[in-house]
C-alpha cells in the first residue's frame, strides 16, 4: 500500500543519502513464507497487542510526517486534510477528489489543482501507512505467510496486491513473542534493492488504548518520524475550534 516515496521527503532520496554502495550490498530477495491459519492468527496477535478494536472506533487523528507534511484524518468519513508549505488539499480519500488551497485561497485552475489533489494523494498513500500499517494487515488483496527465520522473533511476511500509488510491495514484519511489532523489512517496487530493515520505536498510546510507533529507523542511519499525534471522538479533541473539512 504504497507509496512515492516518504512524502516530499522522497524514500529514493534517503536511498541515496544512506549510501547506494551499501546499500546493494544489503540487498535481500524476497523471502518465502507459508499462508494459512497460523499466519492469519499471528496477524490477528499482533491486532490484538496493537488493539485495533480502539484504533477502529477513533473518529479522528491528527499527525505531522518527517516535519514536512501535515494531517488532519476524519476516519470515520474518510476525509482529511492534507497540508505542506502554503498548500493544503481537502480530500475525499474515496474518491480522491477535493479542493485546493494555496496561501489560503482557493485553487480555480481546474489543471492546477488536480496535480495538487494527485500530490496530495501520493503523499497520503505513503505518510498515513507510516502511521498506521499494522492495523492493515487485513485489507483488500493482501496475503499474509510465516517465515521461518533463525532469530528470537516471529516473522509475519504481508504482501499488497492492490490499493495505494504503487501496488505489489511486501513488508517482513518481526514481531516479539507477544506479537509487538519491533521492526519491518520492506521490498517496495520504486526501490532497486530489497530487504531494507526499519525499526517501529517509541510507541504512544492513543486516546482508548490504541498503539503507534512514533519513530522509524531506517537501516540503523536515517529517522522518519511522526509527530504532533492526537486522536480522539470530537475534532475538539485535536485542539481545533471549528471543522477543517468544510
Known amino acids: 500500500m504504497k507509496k512515492l516515496g516518504i512524502g516530499c521527503l522522497s524514500i529514493l532520496g534517503i536511498f541515496l543519502v544512506l549510501g547506494i554502495i551499501g546499500f546493494i550490498a544489503a540487498n535481500k530477495p524476497l ?19 496493537l488493539n ?13 510526517f518527517a516535519d514536512r507534511q501535515h494531517y488532519i484524518w476524519d476516519k470515520q468519513g474518510n476525509d482529511a486534510v492534507i497540508s505542506w508549505g502554503d498548500i493544503k488539499v481537502v480530500m475525499d480519500l474515496d474518491e480522491v477528489t477535493g479542493t485546493a488551497f494555496d496561501s489560503g485561497t482557493a485553487v480555480t485552475d481546474e489543471n492546477i489543482k488536480q496535480k495538487l489533489i494527485s500530490a496530495a494523494w501520493a503523499n497520503w498513500c505513503n505518510d498515513s501507512f507510516w502511521l498506521y500499517a499494522p492495523f492493515k494487515v487485513f485489507d483488500k488483496g493482501t496475503t499474509r505467510s510465516i517465515v521461518e527465520t533463525d532469530k528470537a522473533y516471529k516473522a509475519l511476511l504481508v504482501s499488497y496486491e492492490g490499493g495505494g500509488v504503487t501496488p505489489g510491495d511486501s513488508y517482513l514484519w518481526l514481531l516479539d513473542n507477544n506479537g509487538m511489532p519491533q521492526a519491518y523489512q520492506m521490498w517496495v517496487g520504486m526501490l532497486p534493492i530489497g530487504g531494507i ?14 498503539m503507534i510507533a512514533q519513530n522509524h529507523l531506517i ?12 486522536s480522539g471522538q470530537s475534532i475538539t479533541d485535536l485542539g481545533l475550534d471549528s471543522n477543517p473539512f468544510q
Open 31 to 49: 523471502p518465502e513464507g507459508t499462508e494459512g491459519p497460523k499466519a492469519d492468527a499471528l496477524a490477528q496477535q499482533m491486532l490484538v497487542k
Open 197 to 210: 530493515h526499519v525499526d517501529w520505536e517509541d510507541w504512544t498510546t492513543l486516546e482508548g488504548g490504541a
Open 52 to 64: 485495533k478494536p480502539a484504533w477502529d472506533s477513533l473518529n479522528y487523528v491528527s499527525w505531522t
Open 219 to 230: 537501516a540503523g542511519k536515517m529517522n522518519v518520524a511522526l509527530t504532533n499525534i492526537k
